[in-house]
């Protein structure tokens, strides 16, 4: 009998969301700073979100326009930034 995985706690979906970003935009070459600079974004803000954190502490929760941007510079799908399993939404 399969056992039934888990979902994520929203910590944890932030974390593996900022580390789907720091894949994607090492694989074509960006810097965090230019990264940022062509979606619209402080290199700081940026920065938190490859750690998943949106200041210490607390876990990212960008808006859908800045997801949008980032998206759009790294030539990808949110869907394919989005961690594969959706967080508990009742644990957060």
């Not at 700073?33 to 200041?55: C, M, P, V």
Request: aromatic fraction near 6%.
């Amino acid at each position: 009998m399969a056992t039934k995985r888990r979902k994520p706690t929203w910590d944890e979906y932030a974390r593996e969301l900022g580390l789907n970003l720091l894949s994607a935009r090492t694989e074509r070459g960006l810097s965090q700073e230019r990264l940022a600079h062509l979606a619209g974004i402080s290199s700081y803000t940026y920065q938190k979100f490859e750690k998943g954190e949106s200041r210490p502490g607390a876990p990212m929760n960008p808006r859908l326009t800045t997801m949008l941007a980032l998206c759009q510079v790294l030539e990808m799908k949110i869907e394919d930034v989005l961690p594969a399993v959706e967080p508990d939404m009742l644990d957060r």
